[in-house]
């Protein structure tokens, strides 16, 4: 079934409800006590209060990642962070995953501050290649073909803890990220930016947007950055692009469709990780590897990225009750990496003078086209006392990878007297694999309001296909399942601004592979139960969440205990925990946002029953972060501001059996900025006191540092 078929079968299903709802005129009743129908202030973007459109200082209202529709954050069963665009500005990030590092339920660049890819695990599980969402669409990834996104081509970053399938399908059982586009905007907006960093790397960026003629039918924005120069790793270098077309077309107040399009290009030299855990974690007789070890050949190294994506969100009023959407979009990538990594020490232990590392040479080279469409009728109508927002769904995902990676040998590098320029041995091809995967997923929700009460039901059944052919291994297999998804919540509004609530969802996510017998791994499955506190206060422009969770990860794979190097899906695993996050607008001036995670995570199920009971290698059981920005209103000393921030990771374990751990590391981080009329000039230092530790380790033969102090210097000017 190709999605010309899907998009006729959507047209039909949301003809068929607006047929039945033209028959039934006690369902066209407006319900203005939904609280779906309210005046919002209106800012110079003109989307403040939308689900989509700027947050208003570091509190958001609405979003529509935890429902597809525009809802209040409080009105969602299951606990959920809006990462605003002023936010991003006061911190200054400059990746997706730099931007969750003060969020509950998160850890952040575990492997860090790698210069090509994200990297974040929810409530303990890794959600950086099925986890990962633009715009509600998919941004799918498996081996190298994944997609990078730079934040500042984004309004919002939002994070939706816990099981996702119910609306999305197939996704990450720990929950997803979903990256929300600036769009164009009806007021004349023109901004650009210039920095660089203390590392030598420096970019300039551009934000223009507007109307394009008197009746504001037509509008644009048009996004840009270009950057380049040296990271902390020595040696490496890189020189990336972004640019992002957006255009609206708004003929009525009841029709509006949206195209947004995106090109980068990123080309760069490899930074750190790979590193052994003794000569990192803990000291090797020649103490540590030095944090700035560049451990690939200048002369090898590459990585070359070119990626595309162009789509549309189209929506339409039909009538009082009836609102119709179609969001499409297709994206490609092409990637290219070269080089040698370590893997170890040669001979096994640190042995001197040199204490040489082993490396293993790598290359690949992957292409990625990818289609997401998805088909939404929503009605809003009542029952007798109750009033629905009603949402169906019929979504389609094609995700094709054309992929050929090859190892071979390297030679080995000092950490501590590295010498460049050893000839390197040839690799050869392991995997030449051409894989497709196809989801269709029908999916309705129900919100249901009654007085106070709010509840959820939600449920999708979805059937995905997977076919891999491949010319130098045995990767060569195809498999069809379907799945059944499902959430239930319920909550309670009290008028003091507190909403408690409860819920329980099922989810599954797709795992690609076969076992030694050559039969298809079935999707993993997973279920949450999840009791929660969302709290608005009126004295306070606040939102805070408290969420205890109990989330149940089946069917992962493990080492099979029979035949070495395939694995089976024995393995299961259990997260438990507290979250807590609060955001404030404390007063005109003075924002803040904190957040604390302890888990237990534990492995229930495992091919090696010696794992039982053992805490999963990398996560910490415990994350606590805060951050305070605070900005003079009047007087002097009117547009001077402050930030700083504190970061808490505890520690992990670098392998299963938790014989390795990994010391817990406490940084700070600081920002400060003056603007006068429209020109702003700002320093940010990350890592403050350049606190020397290590991130995470994902074996013993990697482990990474994390990001050192790295100070951020801009200029801005928007007129």
């Not at 203005?32 to 689900?51: D, H, N, R, Y």
């Not at 509004?493 to 076969?514: H, K, L, Q, W």
């Not at 001036?589 to 957040?595: C, E, R, T, Y």
């Amino acid at each position: 079934m190709n999605y010309r078929h899907l998009l006729s079968i959507g047209v039909s299903v949301i003809s068929l409800a607006v047929a039945v709802t033209s028959s039934n005129p006690s369902w066209a009743q407006t319900q203005q006590a939904s609280g779906e129908i309210q005046l919002e202030t209106v800012t110079v973007e003109g989307q403040a209060g939308t689900a989509t459109g700027p947050v208003s200082g570091y509190v958001p209202n609405r979003t529509a990642t935890g429902s597809k529709t525009s809802t209040p954050i409080e009105e969602i069963p299951q606990s959920i962070s809006v990462i605003g665009r002023e936010e991003l500005e006061d911190r200054q990030v400059q990746k997706v995953d730099e931007a969750l590092r003060y969020t509950a339920g998160v850890f952040a660049q575990p492997f860090g501050l790698d210069s090509d890819t994200d990297w974040f695990f929810i409530r303990g599980f890794y959600a950086g290649q099925t986890g990962v969402f633009l715009n509600n669409l998919p941004l799918y990834q498996y081996g190298f073909g994944g997609f990078y996104i730079d934040p500042f081509i984004l309004e919002r970053i939002e994070v939706l803890k816990g099981p996702a399938a119910a609306l999305y399908g197939g996704s990450s059982i720990g929950g997803i990220v979903n990256l929300v586009s600036k769009r164009p905007t009806t007021e004349q907006l023109r901004y650009i930016e210039t920095g660089i960093n203390s590392w030598g790397n420096g970019y300039a960026a551009f934000d223009f947007g507007g109307v394009l003629d008197k009746d504001k039918i037509w509008s644009y924005r048009l996004t840009g950055k270009v950057s380049g120069g040296g990271w902390e790793t020595e040696i490496a270098e890189d020189f990336r692009g972004v640019i992002a077309p957006a255009f609206t077309f708004r003929p009525n107040a009841g029709t509006e469709l949206t195209v947004l399009a995106s090109y980068q290009h990123m080309d760069l030299m490899h930074t750190g990780g790979f590193l052994p855990y003794v000569g990192t974690a803990v000291p090797a007789p020649y103490g540590r590897i030095p944090r700035r070890f560049y451990y690939n050949e200048p002369d090898v190294d590459l990585y070359r990225r070119d990626q595309a994506m162009i789509g549309y969100e189209f929506e339409h009023a039909v009538n009082d009750v009836w609102i119709l959407r179609q969001n499409f979009r297709y994206a490609h990538t092409d990637s290219e990496e070269r080089g040698p990594y370590p893997f170890g020490y040669q001979g096994g232990a640190p042995v001197g003078p040199d204490f040489p590392l082993f490396r293993v040479g790598f290359n690949h080279h992957t292409i990625v086209n990818t289609l997401s469409l998805d088909n939404q009728a929503e009605a809003k109508f009542g029952t007798g006392p109750l009033d629905h927002t009603l949402l169906l769904g019929l979504d389609y995902k094609y995700y094709n990878i054309d992929h050929i990676q090859a190892a071979g040998g390297g030679t080995p590098i000092s950490p501590v007297n590295p010498i460049y320029g050893a000839p390197q041995g040839p690799t050869i091809p392991y995997l030449d694999q051409d894989l497709t995967m196809n989801q269709v997923g029908f999916y309705a929700q129900d919100q249901i309001r009654y007085g106070g009460w709010i509840a959820t039901l939600n449920g999708r059944y979805d059937h995905v296909s997977t076919k891999s052919t491949d010319k130098v291994s045995a990767a060569n297999f195809s498999d069809e399942a379907g799945e059944f998804s499902g959430r239930l919540g319920l909550g309670y509004e009290f008028a003091n601004g507190m909403t408690p609530y409860v819920a329980v969802s099922r989810t599954f996510n797709p795992v690609i592979g076969s076992d030694f017998f050559g039969q298809s791994f079935a999707p993993e499955t997973g279920q949450q139960y999840e009791v929660g506190l969302k709290y608005r206060p009126a004295f306070v422009d606040a939102l805070i969440t408290v969420s205890l969770f109990d989330l149940t990860r089946q069917n992962v794979n493990t080492s099979d205990p029979e035949h070495s190097f395939f694995e089976v899906q024995l393995g299961e695993v259990r997260s438990r925990g507290v979250e807590v996050e609060a955001q404030a607008n404390i007063t005109a001036g003075l924002k803040a946002i904190a957040a604390f995670t302890a888990y237990d995570i534990e492995i229930t199920a495992d091919s090696n029953p010696a794992l039982i009971g053992n805490r999963p290698n990398v996560v910490p059981e415990v994350l606590a972060s805060g951050w305070l920005d605070y900005t003079v209103q009047d007087g002097l000393f009117k547009g001077l501001g402050f930030g700083a921030g504190i970061r808490y990771v505890g520690f992990s374990y670098a392998d299963n059996e938790n014989t390795l751990k990994v010391p817990a590391a406490t940084v700070f981080d600081a920002g400060i900025r003056y603007t006068r009329d429209n020109f702003t000039v700002a320093l940010n230092v990350n890592n403050l006191f350049d606190n020397e530790y290590v991130s995470a380790c994902d074996t013993q033969y990697t482990c990474n540092y994390g990001a050192g102090r790295v100070a951020t210097l801009k200029a801005s000017y928007k007129w």
